[in-house]
């Protein structure tokens, strides 16, 4: 088992790109979650998918779009980089039931927007 | 929305020492208090975790213990080792108005562990 994968684990983007972050997982999970981590901030939700289809917005969704379109994968778009996405993304998966906030995270995805 | 706060940002003890961080939420209705161990460069992974049934977990040589009534959780680590030199974040389940929850983390406690 993988576990969670992300892809790519380095990106620089100037500003006004595009770009899409993938994250795949192989343990069936029904919840996916992507995260993104700036010194001394801790770990803030970006968006989260209950469920193939789903999508729900976290603490800091502006700037970001995010698909579910097949349960295992879960991707983080960008439309207009800015300097302020400068950040390290984690996705993240998690079980249903007394596993729901269990996360396992993936390695991380670097991004820098110049 | 839930808020979670983590003191200290930075800890440093000797290897044999005891460490401790603690956290503090606001929402009353959070029932799960997990902790996230992440060394440089990697991802994070669970260490411990409790549920707000329990006052007290432990699995070797750390702990958890929480206070309801206070909504105040906090970590233990004994005999600490160099290896346990990480960022430690806490975290606390949150419940969205969808019904389903997410965990809210604190800001995270660089811990440094000397020889």
């Known amino acids: 088992n993988a576990g969670v994968t992300q892809t790519p684990k380095f990106r620089v983007l100037k500003t006004g790109q595009s770009m899409t972050l993938l994250c795949a997982q192989d343990?069936?999970?029904?919840?996916m979650y992507w995260y993104r981590q700036d010194p001394g901030m801790g770990l803030r939700l970006i968006h989260y998918?209950?469920?193939?289809?789903?999508?729900a917005k976290g603490e800091v969704p502006d700037g970001y779009n995010v698909s579910r379109l097949k349960k295992q994968n879960f991707l983080l778009g960008l439309e207009s980089a800015a300097p302020s996405q400068t950040s390290v993304y984690f996705c993240?998966?998690?079980?249903?039931?007394?596993?729901?906030?269990?996360?396992?995270f993936g390695a991380g995805s670097r991004l820098t927007v110049l | 929305g839930e808020n979670v706060e983590q003191h200290p940002s930075t800890l440093s003890v000797q290897e044999g020492d005891s460490a401790v961080i603690k956290c503090t939420y606001s929402?009353?209705?959070?029932?799960?208090f997990p902790w996230y161990k992440q060394e440089l460069g990697k991802r994070p992974q669970l260490i411990i975790d409790?549920?707000?049934?329990?006052g007290e977990k432990k699995d070797q040589r750390i702990a958890v213990t929480l206070n309801k009534t206070a909504k105040h959780f906090s970590l233990h680590i004994t005999e600490t080792q160099p290896e346990d030199s990480a960022v430690y974040f806490c975290?606390?389940?949150?419940?969205?108005?969808?019904?389903?929850?997410?965990?809210?983390f604190g800001k995270g406690t660089m811990l440094l562990v000397s020889p």
């Open positions: 343990m069936n999970h029904e919840y």
């Open positions: 975290a606390a389940s949150t419940h969205s108005d969808s019904g389903y929850s997410t965990l809210t």
């Open positions: 998918s209950v469920g193939e289809g789903t999508t």
């Open positions: 993240a998966s998690s079980s249903t039931g007394v596993g729901a906030n269990v996360l396992t």
């Open positions: 409790i549920r707000s049934n329990v």
């Open positions: 929402d009353s209705a959070s029932n799960y």
